[in-house]
């Protein structure tokens, strides 16, 4: 029979069964010092050892995952000079590597981009980029759209 290719979902986290949200805390524990055994982690979470060790190597936070990733990025940005410029500086300030930038054509004063960008070297979880890119005026939308 032949071996499977795992697939992969991204899902939100309130839709999560309770083991699998408590897993994650458990880990959560153990990598920042918090608990020093597996024993200790699952204890504070209120989990047992065998639901822990079944889903350990199955579920990581988003922002763990898509560390060393390639991932692409879409924007949506009002026609204003410097707000990709802007985002830009913001990924290299983080130390992203950015891949590509493919930017359409402004229609009705509004611009796609999409960016591709290394994650391996960056200093700031994803969900945090995201969210500063998001702040960044002119910035009408930005969504992952896609990794390797």
Do not use: C
Not at 18 to 42: F, P, Q, R, S
Request: charged share 25%; no cysteine.
């Amino acid at each position: 029979m032949a071996k499977r290719e795992p697939k992969y979902f991204l899902v939100q986290e309130d839709i999560l069964p309770e083991a699998i949200l408590k897993t994650v805390m458990a880990k959560d524990l153990l990598l920042k010092g918090a608990a020093n055994t597996v024993n200790e982690a699952v204890e504070k979470v209120d989990l047992s050892r065998s639901a822990f060790y079944k889903y350990k190597d199955k579920v990581f936070p988003f922002h763990q995952w898509s560390r060393g990733k390639i991932v692409t990025l879409a924007l949506l940005m009002e026609h204003q000079p410097g707000v990709l410029s802007t985002v830009l500086n913001i990924i290299a300030s983080v130390k992203g590597s950015i891949l590509t930038i493919n930017q359409n054509l402004p229609l009705q004063d509004m611009a796609n981009a999409t960016l591709s960008v290394e994650t391996a070297e960056m200093n700031q979880d994803l969900e945090e980029l995201l969210r500063i890119i998001g702040e960044v005026e002119g910035v009408r939308e930005v969504r992952l759209v896609g990794q390797n």
